[in-house]
């Protein structure tokens, strides 16, 4: 598992994408599910698939970027990848 203090820097910058008013516009609102799914994933530290029940996610995209997060926490995904979901700009 990644040590505490790159998961608490991933988290202050997944908060610091959701402050990103566009996250807020329709168009985003996968992307935006699916980060607000991966700060619970990553403070709850869940390290499965199961536990984290990302299933229950309305959306492909959501599920995915939770996804992300799992797997980030098993060091089988860098930052940059969880991170570097685009906010679209419509």
């Given at each position: 598992m990644i040590e505490d203090k790159e998961i608490k820097n991933c988290i202050r910058a997944i908060?610091?994408?959701l402050d990103d008013k566009r996250v807020n516009r329709l168009c985003n609102s996968s992307v935006k599910t699916g980060y607000i799914?991966?700060?619970e994933i990553l403070e709850k530290k869940i390290c499965?698939?199961?536990d984290a029940n990302i299933k229950e996610l309305p959306t492909v995209q959501s599920r995915s970027i939770a996804t992300l997060a799992v797997d980030f926490l098993n060091g089988e995904c860098p930052e940059s990848v969880l991170l570097g979901v685009p906010v679209k700009d419509l």
């Open positions: 908060k610091k994408r799914k991966s700060l499965n698939y199961e």
